[in-house]
């Protein structure tokens, strides 16, 4: 009896000490990210460790979007996030909604994201952000678009707003 006892506390302080870790190094540096522009109220975008304990992977869960925010407020957020989390390194970026991981992103071009944010035309990064995204199982999930800059550009928001859709905007329409 008493190593069970013994093992249960040992399993709450290892849980309370990945929870405090996710906390202190994940999701407040996000959280206070987001506080400080006025137009992320009613986005609520969090992060953490895959399964709160792997370090290599994080994700982005996105739980809430009140109001009118658009798909580029929501991917601000994005933006935003990877900007405060620029100095560590991440394998992947899982992209999830309500805890249902959905797509994901190599680590390099997150950390890019993130160190470019103040000087990269977010344009271009929004337009370029699909050929980017991968389905969980590691297949691309868009493909890079050639041809005419009229179509490429037309081809590049749509893709855009697909990942938005099937991201969260899907889910969100259906509650």
Request: charge should be neutral; hydrophobic fraction near 40%.
């Amino acid at each position: 009896m008493k190593k069970v006892f013994y093992a249960l506390v040992i399993a709450i302080v290892f849980g309370c000490i990945a929870l405090l870790c996710n906390y202190l190094l994940i999701a407040r540096p996000i959280k206070k990210k987001l506080q400080t522009d006025p137009r992320d109220m009613g986005i609520e975008l969090s992060g953490h460790y895959r399964y709160y304990i792997i370090p290599s992977t994080l994700v982005l869960n996105l739980t809430d979007v009140e109001g009118s925010h658009s798909q580029l407020d929501v991917f601000r957020t994005v933006l935003q996030a990877s900007q405060e989390l620029k100095d560590k390194n991440f394998k992947d970026v899982i992209f999830a909604f309500k805890n249902a991981s959905k797509f994901k992103v190599d680590g390099t071009y997150f950390k890019k994201l993130g160190e470019t944010y103040d000087t990269e035309n977010p344009l271009y990064t929004v337009r370029t952000f699909p050929e980017h995204v991968f389905n969980l199982d590691g297949s691309s999930a868009y493909a890079q678009l050639n041809g005419g800059v009229l179509g490429v550009l037309t081809g590049e928001m749509n893709q855009f707003k697909d990942f938005s859709e099937k991201w969260y905007g899907n889910d969100l329409n259906h509650q």
